[in-house]
């Protein structure tokens, strides 16, 4: 998923547009897959996030 984000007339801060990139995984299987692909979308994205299942717990997350 990729998205932006800019900053609208009445904000007091001005900033350039920004890109963001959502990387969407359903099993954990697929995490190793979803982290590089992450890493990949950062050379034209300002932020990558990867969202997992929220059954996930803390032990598969650091293996």
Not at 25 to 46: E, P, T
Not at 52 to 59: E, G, I, L, S
């Amino acid at each position: 998923m990729i998205g932006a984000l800019k900053a609208r007339a009445q904000d007091i801060f001005k900033f350039g547009p920004q890109i963001f990139t959502v990387e969407i995984k359903v099993g954990l299987c697929q995490s190793v897959v979803a982290f590089g692909r992450a890493v990949a979308h950062r050379l034209f994205s300002y932020k990558s996030y990867i969202v997992v299942p929220h059954t996930t717990t803390c032990d598969d997350i650091t293996d």
